[in-house]
């Protein structure tokens, strides 16, 4: 692992720090709910355990975490997005209007 | 059941006791039948079509109008002779002056006729849509700047102009009533520069709230307001304090309108012959209180006069001189009176009640206040 | 060749995962920026299906179809309202896949007899010690938002030492496994103490401030799978581990903030000292929600009919261009607004007449009681200014109450309801008002000009 | 040099051609000398004091202010009496109604007085500040609406109250000039409902610059505007459609303030009996352009009559109601007029000068228009 | 271990790097940010001088006293005006250095008798190529702005043709030395050829748009650094080298939207077709300086003192509630707002006031003429809404003007004035307005009302 | 050389965008200043030419690059602290509102 990785870390974060600065309180819900599923990105992690196959006690752990990350990850974006379809009605309204 | 609205007779009386739109509320929503005497509604814009047209019936004359009906509607309290053409039994609706009309009241109460005060209808929240004392405050405010504004020899507002710029008036409101507020409100339209005085301390606050200036906060004092936001007389020294204050803000002011009354009791004398010499030449007052004396002391009730070069007007009736809006805002709140008292088609009568007990002059023959 | 499609797909998948956010900050694009996310995703598990080190495929695909058949229902199935635990117990997934994912690795490399090396160990240690924290403080999280534990504050003597001593462990054990990584039994007794830290950790917190800490614990699994990153040398999980480090800590203060909590109080204050939810109690022990103007904002951002109710405060507030601008706003952006105006608001006939006329509001926008009455059942929002009595339901429906029979504005039949006013005073009347306890009633609290000034600089960001 | 102000004598004339702030200036900036009559500006609210510590001197009588003066600044046009107390060769400024005036001419060149119409100030923006017609029509303007206000029945605002919900006046101003933008501004300032109407395309812009809704635009056209802003007569269809179009605007309106002119002209007829009898009972109209014979055909000069239970008020010199800024304005126009008159202390009187020749009416003893 | 310094001072650099930029973009906090981006810088140097492959710190002492010595007093003694061409020169200059370091890489390496690898040759022909064309381009630039150069777009026939040519030579030598990065010749006919390219590139643009221009050349040079750090792979070059390349070509966007010209046409509109600058010309050849809400907004946040003179143009907008917020906003800022009514102000006598007394703009900040007059010379800003004839110079200084005598407010006589007005039609006198063409004027064109709630929204932002 | 430098390319350009983004026109100048201060990092290139000794050569054309680089950074900063000095006096004004 080279240093570089380290400000690959930082950057990254400031990114994150960044993007998130200032959101409408509305928005909080489903941006806690879009960075979980992001959090789910574990899942790469996982296939790489459970596909190594170096043994089985790793495989196996590797096979529930990618079940778990899976799962996450499916439900996290379908919720997501049921909750932002509320928005959805209004959409065109202030973007039409934002020009 | 019949409810009857004549002609009004006193001099300078031009509103009627229901407009047309009122007519039509109680004939559609309460299902009474209205008679109205020809030509009772033309001095304050409503022609006799127009009742038509609302569903009224006409009465040729007075005593047809008057006679006949359970309940009788008037604005002004009701002459020996009219007194004379109402049934027996029936119930009188109108302006009562008590306290100045003992005669009169003996008279209903001879012939049985129960009478019901509006001035006397209670200062509860539930009861405001009957309170005219409101309705033609309300009106008399809007009015009392009107006249002083044409009576004086200035601009209210500020002008820029090519020649020269014209410096706003001072308006100096007395009393922040329904009246005062209503005037605070027009003269501030205007552009004048308003300021105003009150004892009761909830008119400061409610003075700002219509961007006026109150003056002399150091008055003010919480036992000034008695039960339903009226004023108590003021005791010596707080009577004296009051016109000190007065007395040094008024020097500079051009406009004054004086709404300052005691229910039951003659107007509070706030402004004194010294404060009117004092003044500029050309200002003028107009007192609003001038129907229970009048608050400032030069003013001639009914007269307009000229003192120390200023104009002091002292209009009475002024709500009958905006007969149009000031008899459909009656009209309304003898609607809601009658919303209240005529429970299907029967008139309750119920001396317990809040509102009608407190409104009762007369009742079965007897004067019962 | 292999290498750089891999690479090449992880490079897309970040700058994906950051579009996606960024578009997710804005409510008119947020669900664009959702679905790029999900791409990035895909993007990033394609790219790792490549990866050398997988020669086996079964178990993947197995768990992939599993994960699949149990994500779906969550995702589909939960009701709105239990949105906050559902998103705890996610959480607890995706922090359980990373901390596993850790203890393969470690285990593997001790089986092979080779203890990864020092720096590695200390990656591990981070992914798994942050990973358990998160999926046992989660766990309890849910449990408290769906009410399986008690959802107040949980708080005992001696609290502080016993959290400070698991504390101290955790972090002894971090070291000496470092320094040592050979011993496994040192390993896994950390990750039984993080676990107790975690639950130690949220216990503590009130039902009401979950959503802060659901959105922090966020954070932490965020850097487990960083951790992840550098342990296992891998970029994807390296970037988007530490994108969401960063954002679920903004995230949460800025949720704190919006509960008008500052976030140290919830986290800190958590221990020993009792936590009160946000929301006053009352006399009948009703309670008021009262929200910030951003949300306030929102909400007439995206009302298609919106009625305004001024009152005595309006004018005491001498508010009324404020209101006039927020009109304007609010249509600018496509919604209705109407002026109700209540025979007797304010403190003289016509009082609000004046004022919304000197601020320019054409007479055609004000609408006296009864034309309007009949519109609020479809108003999105009441927008209560200053007015009290003329909005009282009492005057309906308790015979009792001064005002019984004043015919009043039906806000009460709004959507939602917002009441700007200083505080819980009562008004001329001087009686209380059930209306402020409606739960579609939210109080903006403060004098009406200040917070209707906040709410014009609000609807601009929006 | 010495300028002196007489006491104005026309009936209903309560303004004085020079305010105690005039004077000052006069004195000050262009170290003139005034005169002013004893009681000069006591009916506009000046007291003989503030003339004095502005620094005129006070003349006892009319004769002793008009003579000895090269100078005489006046309101109103002099009578021949005065004419006969004004010292020859002097120059006498003041309104002269051209062209309802020969005898007064003639007297004035017979006694070789020069004499400047302050009517025919030329419309040239740089002349603006010495123009009566537009400081007057200001005061007109503002006033007209007042006076309508105040005979209304009805209130200006809207109103809602738990007496019912009170809907605003409509008022119709016809003509946008100085005067009806002053009425429009007024109007508005009390909450009416404000249409207006004008012959000249600039007025459109300027009616709705203020607010106000602008009646009929297909009306209007580009040759309607002659020099100086000022209106010329219409052609026989143009005034026929002018006339439909006010007449079917006319019909709801509460209040109709007029103020329609063409210069060196009768007004305009714009409001036929028809017109008026359509209108609803006790609605307004003021006719401010009664000086020249009124806008309305029913309306009588210096009158208020009733017809079709319309009131007709038709006010003469309304700027004299207003006496106080009215004179004020007045004056600042001759001191501006003096600025470019008196050079170093002599009268500058170049028949050739844009704005001094145009004035003229009488110089050398000759008529020169 | 000295490794990891060099790294720890490269992060910290970095980090204040990005810091530093981010708070130039907060006039207030501007300063303090860039003093961050110079200790950064501070950092970047000394951590490069531990750098191993130093050996020889003679030339380096020599090359830092030297540039010092020359840098000192470029920074001192440049007189503001001279501010765009300075940067333009500097620019070359940092280019100029990206460029030599390539080439001395490359003749090293060549030296060394082993050509750089394909790879790392394409990191190399990239930064000198974005080097020589920026030097070239700067240096032109530099030369327009001094006006060296005729600063008017220089074209010729053919032009697109040969700048076509000249570019196809440039990539084609690039592709030959990355093929065979052994052939000297290529690489150095390819400096010279992207040296042409930039002086091709930076004539045909007008002098108005250098800024744009150099903003561009800004960001290559940027590139450059970050392609030195590919080829040498240098961490910080490449960190800073690509903010720089991202915000120089942000910045140059930006800067041609604020001189509402379109990016593209600034650049390309360039080859072949004369580019106008920016401003209109007028009969008499005199320029108006246009300027956006952006820059305005700013004047005014930044003023002690705003005199406002609206006119009849406010009246037709009926911006008078417009005026009276932005009047607020300003004056929360501390800044002090005086409304200068002149006696013919609009369309009738007192029209001014009936407006901004609506508005509810107290009294005692309105002044007349006489008042007012005296106190522009020490006012920053005299704002004029829609006032044309009263602020009209004319009417002191042409006799010949019909509004000659007539008094003015002396907007002129403020050290900067605004104008908001649709276009540059004359009022009602009709005539042309000199003051519109003051250098101290700018002119925000637009509706009195679109303009000032553009204002208002960007004073939010400052 | 790595591919992580990809991404750090990445990152960087990307943190520099959004910082970027939305500057009040006033400040372009002094931010164009900055960012070409900024530039002199080249600085750190020519250094280990000047300093690595390989050859005569590369050292003084190192040497140049030195000169050129430092005194653009030197002038750059100075300058661009000259244009915000401008600022200064009104920095609290708004700092001290802002709360
Ligand atoms: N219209 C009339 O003619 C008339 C005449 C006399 C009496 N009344 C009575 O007045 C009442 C009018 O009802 P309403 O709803 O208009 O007023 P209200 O019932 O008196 O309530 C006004 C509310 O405004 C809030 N408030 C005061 N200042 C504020 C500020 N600066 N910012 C924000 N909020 C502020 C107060 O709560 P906080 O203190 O908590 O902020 C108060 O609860 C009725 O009861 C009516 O009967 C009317
Ligand atoms: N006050 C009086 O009593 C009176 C009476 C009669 C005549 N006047 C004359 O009127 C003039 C008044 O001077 P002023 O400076 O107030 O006005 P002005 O000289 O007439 O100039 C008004 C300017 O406003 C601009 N404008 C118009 N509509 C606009 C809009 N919607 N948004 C932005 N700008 C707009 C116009 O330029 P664009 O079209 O390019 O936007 C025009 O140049 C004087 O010449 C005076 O003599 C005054
Ligand atoms: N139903 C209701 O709730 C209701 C209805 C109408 C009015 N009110 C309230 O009642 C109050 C009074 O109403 P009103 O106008 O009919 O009263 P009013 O007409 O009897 O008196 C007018 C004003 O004069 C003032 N005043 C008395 N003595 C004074 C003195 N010495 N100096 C100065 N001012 C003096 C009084 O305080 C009052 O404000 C108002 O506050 C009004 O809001 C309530
Ligand atoms: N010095 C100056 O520049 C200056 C000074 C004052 C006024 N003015 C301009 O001159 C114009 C007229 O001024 P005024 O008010 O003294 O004019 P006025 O008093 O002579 O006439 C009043 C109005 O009546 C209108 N009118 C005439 N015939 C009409 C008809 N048949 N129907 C409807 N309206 C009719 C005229 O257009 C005018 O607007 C105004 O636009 C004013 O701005 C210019």
């Known amino acids: ?99 | 059941m019949r409810i009857s609205v004549p002609t009004e007779t006193a001099p300078r009386e031009q509103r009627v006791a229901l407009a047309p739109d009122s007519v039509a509320r109680l004939i559609k929503q309460q299902k009474l039948e209205v008679v109205v005497q020809r030509g009772a509604g033309l001095r304050a814009g409503f022609r006799d079509d127009a009742y038509e047209s609302a569903g009224a019936t006409l009465a040729a004359d007075a005593a047809s109008a008057l006679g006949g009906s359970p309940i009788v509607a008037k604005v002004q309290p009701p002459s020996p002779s009219e007194i004379a053409q109402i049934d027996t039994g029936a119930t009188l609706i109108s302006l009562m002056r008590p306290g100045q009309s003992a005669d009169i009241v003996a008279l209903l109460a001879g012939r049985n006729v129960t009478s019901l005060a509006l001035e006397l209808v209670p200062r509860i929240t539930r009861a405001q849509s009957m309170d005219v004392l409101s309705s033609q405050s309300t009106v008399a405010g809007y009015k009392g700047v009107l006249i002083g504004a044409s009576a004086l020899g200035k601009f209210l507002p500020m002008l820029t102009t090519a020649a020269g710029n014209i410096s706003p008036a001072k308006v100096f409101i007395i009393g922040a009533g329904v009246a005062g507020l209503q005037a605070i409100a027009t003269a501030r339209r205007l552009g004048g520069v308003v300021s105003a005085f009150d004892v009761r301390p909830a008119a400061r606050e409610q003075v700002q709230s219509l961007g006026a200036a109150f003056v002399a906060n150091e008055l003010v004092n919480e036992s000034a307001e008695a039960a339903g936001g009226y004023a108590r007389a003021q005791t010596q020294d707080e009577a004296a304090r009051t016109l000190a204050a007065i007395g040094n803000h008024i020097k500079d002011m051009d406009l004054v309108v004086t709404t300052a009354q005691i229910p039951g009791r003659a107007a509070p004398q706030l402004i004194t012959a010294e404060m009117v010499a004092s003044m500029r030449a050309g200002s003028v007052i107009v007192d609003l209180a001038a129907e229970t004396g009048g608050n400032c002391a030069l003013a001639k009730p009914g007269e307009t006069i000229q003192m120390h070069d200023v104009t002091i007007i002292a209009p009475l009736n002024v709500p009958s001189t905006v007969a149009f809006h000031a008899s459909q805002m009656f009209g309304r709140n003898i609607v809601e009176l009658l919303k209240h008292l005529v429970k299907d088609g029967q008139a309750q009568l119920d001396a317990a009640d809040e509102i009608t007990g407190a409104m009762m002059m007369t009742h079965d023959g007897k004067v019962v206040r | 060749m292999r290498d750089t499609f891999i690479q090449a797909s992880y490079v897309i998948a970040s700058i994906l995962f950051i579009l996606g956010l960024r578009m997710l900050t804005r409510p008119d694009k947020a669900r664009t920026g959702m679905q790029l996310a999900a791409v990035g995703m895909l993007f990033a598990v394609i790219g790792t299906l490549f990866n050398p080190t997988i020669v086996d495929f079964r178990w993947i695909i197995g768990g992939l179809v599993l994960g699949v058949v149990i994500g779906y229902p969550m995702g589909m199935r939960v009701p709105m309202t239990a949105m906050p635990q559902r998103i705890a117990l996610s959480l607890t997934l995706s922090a359980l896949a990373a901390t596993l994912v850790g203890i393969a690795e470690y285990y593997t490399e001790i089986a092979a007899g080779s203890p990864p090396s020092h720096m590695k160990m200390a990656a591990l240690n981070f992914e798994i010690m942050l990973g358990s924290i998160t999926v046992a403080g989660t766990i309890v999280a849910a449990g408290k938002l769906q009410e399986w534990i008690a959802s107040r504050p949980v708080t005992f003597k001696g609290q502080n030492l016993v959290n400070g001593v698991v504390f101290l462990g955790v972090v002894t054990l971090f070291a000496y496994t470092v320094v040592d990584p050979s011993q496994s039994w040192a390993f896994y007794t950390m990750i039984g103490a993080s676990l107790v830290f975690g639950v130690m950790l949220v216990m503590p917190i009130g039902g009401a401030d979950m959503p802060v800490v659901v959105a922090l614990l966020n954070s932490y699994s965020g850097l487990a799978s960083c951790a992840t990153g550098f342990a296992i040398g891998n970029v994807i999980l390296l970037i988007s581990g530490s994108l969401d480090g960063a954002s679920g800590l903004i995230l949460s203060i800025l949720m704190s903030k919006a509960m008008n909590r500052s976030f140290t109080n919830v986290l800190f204050g958590a221990f020993g000292s009792q936590t009160s939810t946000a929301g006053a109690k009352t006399a009948e022990g009703l309670t008021v929600r009262s929200v910030g103007v951003e949300d306030a904002a929102i909400q007439l951002a995206y009302a298609q009919l919106v009625i305004v109710i001024p009152g005595y405060g309006m004018a005491v507030a001498q508010a009324q261009h404020a209101v006039r601008e927020l009109a304007e706003m609010i249509e600018k952006r496509g919604g209705e607004v109407k002026f109700a105006v209540h025979p007797v608001a304010g403190r003289m006939p016509g009082h609000m007449n004046v004022l919304l006329a000197e601020a320019n509001i054409p007479y055609d926008k004000l609408f006296d009681m009864d034309e309007v009455n009949s519109d609020f059942d479809r108003a999105d929002v009441a927008l209560v200014i200053g007015a009290n009595d003329v909005v009282n339901p009492a005057a309906r429906n308790d015979p009792a109450s001064p005002i019984f029979g004043m015919p009043i504005l039906n806000a009460d039949r709004a959507k939602s309801v917002i009441v700007l006013k200083r505080g819980m005073s009562a008004g001329f009347a001087g009686i209380e008002n059930e209306l402020f306890y409606d739960k579609r009633t939210s109080m903006l609290f403060g004098d009406a000009k200040t917070s209707l000034t906040g709410l014009i600089n609000e609807m601009k960001n929006v």
């Open chain 1, 1 to 99: 692992m080279s240093v570089l990785e380290v400000y690959i870390f930082v950057l990254a974060a400031f990114v994150g720090y960044m993007v998130i600065s200032k959101v409408p309180a509305l928005l909080h819900t489903p941006l806690m709910a879009a960075t979980n599923a992001i959090a789910g990105i574990s899942l790469v992690g996982s296939l790489i355990a459970a596909g190594a196959a170096q043994n089985r006690v790793a495989t196996i752990i590797g096979f529930v975490a990618v079940v778990a990350a899976t799962s996450n990850i499916v439900g996290g974006f379908l919720l997501t997005d049921r909750m932002l379809k509320m928005f959805r009605r209004d959409e065109k309204t202030p973007a039409s209007q934002a020009k």
